[in-house]
């Protein structure tokens, strides 16, 4: 008997048993979902991508090609993974020493947005709806609502969930251009208030 899935798979893209795939998924060309991956409703995994053992993905991520997400990467709700954005998943590798029982986790939060070419160091947490720029290298924890670029990254403004810079008042208010969603700065963070 035939199990009917509930996600697209292009037919090359490789599906290992044992992972678990959401409703309304879809994986295209050459993409390798490994087993004891979980994977979110309605994601949307690009060309030439790699989801690892262990890996857990909410719903809504949109995984752009060339993206390989390793063991330890947890993505929250509605995350934005740029073209060729790189996780790691070991702080010290070396092609001689198995080390795969100190993967160390890395957590990116609901809405957070990592441009193309961007590098996330491991043990990092990118903050939600946080903004990484393209080819940034994250070495460190980025806020909720930061908006990080370089390398190392470093924080230039902040954003709101729209994705559009925030430009606060010296009542340390801001209003979103495009949703007129409203946020205060408080003790060097940022929160939606209305």
Same mark, same amino acid.
């Given at each position: /008997?035939?199990?009917?899935?509930?996600? =697209?798979?292009?037919?090359?893209?490789?599906?290992?048993?044992?992972?678990? #795939?959401? +409703?309304?998924?879809?994986?295209?060309?050459?993409?390798? #979902? /490994?087993?004891?991956?979980?994977? $979110?409703?309605?994601? &949307?995994? %690009?060309?030439?991508?790699?989801?690892?053992? $262990?890996?857990?993905? %909410?719903? &809504?991520?949109?995984?752009?090609?060339?993206?390989?997400?390793?063991?330890?990467? #947890?993505?929250?709700?509605?995350?934005?993974?740029?073209?060729? /954005?790189?996780?790691?998943?070991?702080? &010290?590798?070396?092609?001689?020493?198995?080390?795969?029982?100190?993967?160390?986790?890395?957590?990116?939060? +609901?809405?957070?947005?990592?441009?193309?070419?961007?590098?996330?160091?491991? $043990?990092?947490?990118? $903050?939600?709806?946080?903004?990484?720029?393209? %080819?940034?290298?994250?070495?460190?924890?980025? +806020?909720? =609502?930061?908006?990080?670029?370089? &390398?190392?990254?470093?924080?230039?403004?902040?954003?709101?969930?729209?994705?559009?810079?925030?430009? =606060?008042?010296?009542?340390?208010?801001?209003?979103?251009?495009?949703?007129?969603?409203?946020?205060?700065?408080?003790?060097? =963070?940022?929160? +939606?208030?209305?």
């Amino acid at each position: /008997m035939e199990v009917k899935k509930d996600y =697209f798979a292009h037919e090359t893209a490789v599906i290992d048993e044992g992972c678990e #795939i959401g +409703k309304g998924t879809k994986i295209w060309h050459f993409s390798h #979902i /490994m087993p004891g991956c979980k994977i $979110g409703e309605s994601c &949307n995994i %690009g060309q030439n991508v790699v989801v690892s053992p $262990g890996v857990v993905l %909410g719903r &809504n991520v949109k995984i752009q090609n060339n993206v390989s997400i390793y063991t330890g990467v #947890i993505c929250e709700d509605d995350v934005f993974l740029g073209p060729s /954005m790189v996780f790691t998943n070991i702080t &010290n590798p070396r092609s001689a020493v198995i080390r795969r029982d100190q993967y160390t986790q890395t957590f990116v939060e +609901k809405g957070a947005s990592i441009g193309a070419n961007a590098t996330v160091v491991c $043990g990092n947490r990118i $903050g939600k709806y946080a903004l990484v720029g393209a %080819g940034a290298v994250i070495t460190k924890e980025v +806020k909720p =609502f930061a908006l990080v670029v370089g &390398n190392p990254a470093r924080q230039t403004g902040w954003v709101s969930e729209y994705g559009h810079k925030l430009s =606060f008042g010296p009542d340390n208010l801001a209003v979103c251009p495009e949703s007129k969603e409203k946020y205060i700065l408080e003790n060097n =963070f940022v929160r +939606k208030i209305s």
